[in-house]
C-alpha cells in the first residue's frame, strides 16, 4: 500500500478547440455581413432601357420639378401639397372622355433631381382620387440611342 501522496497534475486548458470555433464565427459573420456605404452612390434617375410605350389616349401627365413644382396635363398646380395635387388630379380625370378618368393611365414624369417626396406625393394623391394606373416616365440611357 502506498500511502505517498501523488503529486498533482496542473489543469490544462486547451486553446485550439476555442479558436477553431472563433475562426468558424469569424468566417460566418464575413459571409453575411453586408457592408452599403450610402455615401458613396453616385445615383443618376431617371434613365431606362425599355420598349417605346404606345400612347394612350386617357392618360393624365403629372410633372414634377426639380424644386418640387407640380404640373397636371401642363397645367401648374397651386401649392406643393398633397390634397392641392390631388384636385388637380380630380380636376384632369374628370375632364377626361365620357367620365372614364378612372381608367386613365397617370403618368408620373419627374426630374432626375426632384425630392423624393414629391414624388410620393403625387402617388398618394393618386391614390386619393382613385387613379391605379401609374407609370413613370423615363428618358433612354446613352447606350441605348
Do not use: W
Request: aromatic share 4%; proline share 6%.
Amino acid at each position: 500500500m502506498n500511502f505517498r501522496p501523488r503529486p498533482k497534475d496542473e489543469p490544462e486548458i486547451n486553446l485550439i478547440p476555442f479558436i477553431d470555433v472563433l475562426l468558424v464565427i469569424l468566417i460566418f459573420l464575413m459571409l453575411t455581413t453586408t457592408y452599403s456605404k450610402f455615401t458613396e452612390l453616385q445615383l443618376t434617375l431617371p434613365v431606362a432601357d425599355a420598349e417605346q410605350q404606345r400612347e394612350h389616349p386617357r392618360e393624365i401627365i403629372v410633372a414634377v420639378a426639380a424644386d418640387g413644382r407640380y404640373a397636371v396635363n401642363q397645367t401648374a398646380v397651386d401649392g406643393k401639397s398633397v390634397d392641392a395635387v390631388a384636385a388637380a388630379l380630380a380636376q384632369a380625370a374628370n375632364a377626361q372622355t365620357a367620365g372614364a378618368g378612372r381608367d386613365s393611365v397617370l403618368v408620373i414624369s419627374a426630374d432626375a433631381t426632384a425630392p423624393h417626396q414629391a414624388v410620393i406625393s403625387v402617388m398618394e394623391a393618386a391614390r386619393r382620387v382613385g387613379l391605379s394606373q401609374i407609370t413613370f416616365a423615363t428618358q433612354p440611357s446613352a447606350a441605348a440611342r
